[in-house]
């Protein structure tokens, strides 16, 4: 009888171990998984922080005063209430003259830099969180509106520079962009 008490007692130590292993394993893969998404938060922070920098603050600036300027510009031409339809392609009438000399009053060749500028980083966003490097929820805290609100305006721009023989020309950007809710305007 106490061989049969020692028999249990080991055999129920034993599924005490196997307990304590599965458990241990459980929360070292908890442990790797939130260390994962703490290095994810933290390169998207770094991308928040290149964002804030004077060169992307400035070329922000060039296309909220350009369209700006566009909007007002055109504002007579579009109704009260469009339909989506009507404000999608107005937005992108609007992008199209934008990207032309006559689209504003900073010269092209500079206004293109900043533009380029914008494309460069947002592309870069894509790339990040399509690679899981960075952190979607947080990106899309800080970056979804104004991804949709550019590709709104910008999408005919892209189409027409894939037809004159970019085809890759902001791939990236439009993917990130489809992959959510229509926003506002640029801010």
Do not use: H
Not at 43 to 66: G, H, I, N
Not at 100 to 127: H, K, Q, W
């Amino acid at each position: 009888e106490a061989r049969d008490q020692l028999t249990a007692w080991v055999e129920d130590g034993g599924m005490l171990v196997r307990f304590a292993i599965i458990f241990t394993l459980a929360f070292s893969v908890y442990q790797f998984l939130a260390n994962q998404e703490q290095k994810r938060v933290e390169q998207t922070m770094s991308l928040v922080e290149l964002w804030e920098t004077k060169d992307y603050q400035q070329a922000q600036r060039a296309l909220k005063d350009r369209l700006a300027a566009l909007n007002a510009k055109y504002d007579n031409l579009i109704g009260a209430n469009p339909s989506p339809k009507e404000e999608s392609i107005f937005r992108q009438r609007i992008g199209i003259e934008a990207m032309t000399a006559a689209g504003g009053d900073m010269p092209l060749d500079e206004f293109s830099e900043n533009f380029d500028r914008i494309v460069y980083f947002l592309n870069r966003l894509s790339f990040c969180v399509d690679g899981d490097l960075c952190s979607r929820k947080v990106t899309d805290a800080y970056f979804r509106d104004y991804a949709v609100s550019f590709w709104s305006y910008f999408a005919g721009y892209v189409d027409k520079q894939r037809k004159a023989g970019s085809p890759t020309f902001a791939t990236a950007i439009e993917a990130y962009v489809g992959n959510g809710q229509p926003a506002g305007e640029a801010k």
